[in-house]
């Protein structure tokens, strides 16, 4: 085989790797959830494990409050990740320094960006001194409890600064390019930077911008080190729910956790579906005819 045929296979063999074992993972997980686990004599394949799992009450607090973490933080990551992208090719600064700096978020540790919030943002924090200093506050309890509710705000927080730095990475070079080319145009026949923005360059950067919001709802709605560190005893989210379930010492009861993960995976399906119909319907609209 020539040389300009080996090295691409070569290249992407780790992927494929990669892939193997995470489809592999995912397999094994869909049937212990089902109840097939010959090493702990379980052979039935049954969906019972499912419908007790949905019917228990705190697993279904544990669905609403992932999903409501994910959908907020995704939002507010995509509103500030574009305004961040727009902002970057505003300047010109689309490379070099400023564009490593914005990238730096996406390089932490989600661990270490826990860390980071509990530092700034409890009432013992940076942020609660700041005020105690400048006297808003006469106590540190007056300092809002942002952590450790069931509003899961910290979590949010914490996702929003991170993952916005990666809307904004993964959409800049679609929006410069459409910036520079359409909205230049547009510029050029009287319209306003503003006009020309919203009207141009932000709608055919949709599609982007859905995909960077769709990675990052997934990744917070499957996300456990955030809402373990940052979120309320009850109710839990949903991934901390299923590794409680999981490190349980009575085998037997493994598939209830596998059926967590089960719906885990079920509704980032979902989402996925959701996001290619909405997709498809937008750039019809739009008239064009984007990959998807």
């Excluded at 540190?140 to 910290?154: M, S």
């Excluded at 800049?172 to 020309?196: D, H, R, W, Y």
Aim: glycine share 8%; proline share 5%; with cysteine.
């Amino acid at each position: 085989m020539r040389r300009d045929k080996i090295v691409p296979v070569l290249l992407i063999l780790p992927f494929l790797l990669v892939t193997t074992l995470v489809l592999i993972a995912i397999i094994n997980i869909l049937v212990q959830s089902l109840g097939y686990m010959p090493v702990f004599n379980l052979y039935d394949v049954t969906l019972r494990y499912y419908a007790e799992t949905l019917r228990r009450p705190e697993v279904l607090q544990s669905i609403g409050v992932s999903l409501r973490v994910s959908i907020i933080s995704s939002l507010a990551a995509a509103v500030c990740g574009t305004v961040i992208c727009a902002a970057l090719i505003k300047t010109g600064r689309t490379k070099g320094g400023m564009l490593y700096t914005v990238r730096l978020p996406i390089l932490v540790p989600h661990t270490v960006v826990a860390v980071f919030t509990v530092a700034l943002l409890s009432q013992t924090g940076l942020f609660a001194r700041l005020a105690y200093a400048l006297g808003i506050i006469v106590d540190y309890t007056e300092f809002p409890g942002i952590l450790y509710g069931t509003g899961y705000a910290g979590v949010i927080i914490a996702y929003v600064w991170k993952e916005s730095p990666f809307i904004a990475y993964f959409t800049i070079a679609l929006m410069a390019s459409v910036s520079s080319t359409l909205g230049e145009a547009a510029e050029n026949l009287g319209a306003s930077p503003l006009k020309s923005f919203i009207n141009i360059t932000l709608p055919l950067s949709l599609p982007a911008i859905a995909r960077g919001l769709l990675i990052v709802f997934i990744f917070s709605f499957g996300g456990y080190e955030l809402p373990m560190l940052l979120g309320a005893t009850l109710p839990k989210a949903l991934p901390v729910y299923t590794y409680i379930e999981f490190i349980k010492p009575e085998f037997k009861l493994r598939p209830y956790a596998m059926a967590m993960n089960g719906v885990t995976l079920l509704i980032s399906l979902a989402m996925a579906v959701i996001y290619a119909i909405a997709m498809n319907r937008l750039l019809k609209k739009l008239g064009g005819d984007y990959e998807k």
